[in-house]
């Protein structure tokens, strides 16, 4: 179990029962309905923009969040399948705290950073992605930076220090990873994501799970993060059962064909050229089926989504009743274009790069001159370089308790309080007026 509680790849953590956690903050009075709304990233940070760099004979843009104009610069990395909204509470805070700035990234294939090479997500890679960030930010004279990397962006931030693509580089902080318990939990880590649910119903659904399941504990947190970690489906959920003509649109017009409740595409052809659709990969069930709204829809290629959305609507249809209704629901934009959310990148497709993340990520980060920080969720197991490099005082470390594994979410008061204090006493920055 503990394992799982620590699966440093991901930004999140395997649910608890109950749902509710300690140290949750969203426990709420008896009848109080909680509020899964989405919340701007404009409510924590103040600017927005997409960075260009050069990559080959192309160009690949990063996502920028960014907040404050004086300072050293916080440079943060967020976790995998998360995106930089996963730091927009803590932003917030840790602005409140001290003089600095904050500069929050979209990494590649994640939030809404496109790249020509989606699938290259090694350690190397994005570690060279954040250099060319910061030269496109900053030139060739950037101001102090201190990154700062939770997860699967702690571990690129290690690889970043450690080749030395951030010259100005004043401090490392990594947030709840250590290689030996993360390299122990890649073995389960499949199982992981194949526990998590493919599908949304729509933003307030994804955010009402994550604070459910325990993935985030703070609801607040949940409400702006998860924005970055789901998109809304482009396409219609297919099959290989299914034909082209279905999932691509009508082959004589290019209409694009609905998918759930798209009985009346499949069996009337397309709604502007009335092309009859049909192909050999689509069963007799279908195709003649469709046609006598009685016969049940189904076919072995038919993935589950598209065939009970087909038979949803016909069993809502018969309970309306009046046909004129009927062809009034049909016609209805909203249920024509119903829509299905899931998650921005598809974390199993990456198991080749988990390793080179974590591997050897002990002594790359005591390697690191920088002062550096070491913030975990709960008493882990330091592996033996670690066990040695903290007796002989090459980091400093500090256990949160209460924290899931999006210590940063979760607690990002208690993170902000120790990333200040840590800055302060190196002398890094200063205390805001006020403050502590």
Aim: aromatic share 6%; hydrophobic share 35%.
């Amino acid at each position: 179990m503990e394992k799982q509680l620590h699966l440093n790849m991901l930004a999140s953590r395997p649910p608890v029962p109950g749902g509710l956690q300690s140290g949750s903050k969203m426990r709420m009075g008896p009848g109080r309905k909680r509020d899964f709304s989405p919340l701007p990233w404009s409510q924590y940070f103040e600017v927005m923009e997409d960075v260009e760099v050069d990559n080959e004979n192309s160009k690949d843009t990063f996502r920028i969040y960014s907040s404050g104009s004086e300072g050293p610069v916080l440079l943060l990395l967020h976790g995998g399948g998360h995106s930089a909204l996963s730091w927009a509470v803590f932003t917030a805070v840790i602005c409140s705290r001290i003089h600095c700035r904050v500069v929050a990234m979209d990494l590649r294939a994640h939030g809404d950073t496109t790249v020509k090479n989606n699938e290259d997500l090694s350690a190397e890679t994005m570690a060279k992605d954040v250099g060319k960030v910061v030269e496109a930010l900053y030139g060739e004279a950037p101001p102090p930076i201190m990154i700062i990397g939770h997860s699967m962006g702690g571990a690129i931030a290690v690889h970043t220090a450690a080749a030395n693509h951030v010259p100005s580089l004043l401090g490392l902080c990594v947030i709840d990873v250590v290689e030996g318990t993360a390299m122990d939990a890649l073995n389960s880590m499949q199982n992981f994501l194949r526990s998590r649910p493919k599908t949304f119903k729509s933003v307030e659904n994804a955010i009402e799970w994550s604070v459910k399941s325990g993935q985030i504990r703070n609801i607040e947190s949940a409400r702006v993060s998860m924005v970055g970690q789901v998109k809304k489906c482009e396409e219609p959920l297919s099959s290989p059962g299914m034909s082209k003509s279905i999932t691509e649109g009508c082959k004589l017009c290019e209409e694009p064909l609905s998918s759930p409740g798209m009985s009346k595409s499949i069996t009337e052809g397309c709604k502007r050229c009335e092309e009859p659709l049909s192909s050999p990969g689509m069963s007799k069930s279908i195709t003649e089926g469709c046609k006598r709204c009685e016969e049940p829809l189904s076919s072995p290629g038919m993935s589950k989504s598209i065939t009970e959305g087909i038979i949803e609507e016909e069993e809502e249809e018969e309970e309306e009743g009046q046909s004129n209704h009927k062809r009034k629901k049909e016609d209805d934009p909203e249920v024509k274009k119903e829509s299905v959310y899931t998650w921005r990148i598809e974390l199993s497709k990456t198991e080749k790069y988990w390793e080179g993340w974590f591997k050897g990520l002990s002594s790359l980060f005591l390697s690191c001159s920088v002062p550096k920080l070491l913030l975990l969720a709960g008493v882990d197991r330091l592996d033996k370089d670690l066990t040695i490099g903290q007796m002989q005082g090459k980091f400093q470390m500090q256990v949160l308790p209460q924290c899931g594994h999006a210590v940063h979410e979760d607690a990002p008061d208690k993170v902000a309080d120790a990333l200040a204090t840590f800055m302060v006493r190196h002398k890094f920055t200063v205390f805001k007026e006020g403050f502590p």
